[in-house]
């Protein structure tokens, strides 16, 4: 029983590759964006319609950032991945973010970093804000 328990939690702690990729480009993706001067809040937000990677504050605008971390351009940029149904998936949980702060009368915005690295190191960040706008019949309030 113990020794059962004890594998279920090293288990936890391994990460599949990408998984771990991930989680480093979001690190560094917050690293950068600090450095830029934006106000870091949360990362990884969960509701039941989303997730957010990062929430800042950028003056008086809400930002919902999505990381996006590769290791290569081949096929296409970073954020091409974050499609019509993402961008509904991170509007969802962007709402439901705004809903817990109980509907504030605050700009918002929905940015995306790219991150491209080589390994373990990090070979360019481009910030891309105002990526998209809430999705049609999607409203904030």
Known sequence: MLLSSIKSIFQLKELAPHLKTGAFGEKEARKYLKKKGLKFLT???????GEIDLVF??????VFIEVKTRSSEDWARPAAAVNAEKRQYLSRAGLDYLRLLRNPEIKFRFDIVEVLVNGRKVTEIRHLPNSF?????????
Not at 43 to 49: E, G, L, P, V
Not at 57 to 62: E, F, I, K, S, V
């Open 133 to 141: 706008h809430l999705p049609r019949g999607m409203r904030f309030a």
């Open 57 to 62: 504050r950028d003056g008086d605008c809400l």
């Open 43 to 49: 990362a990884n937000f969960k509701s039941d319609r």
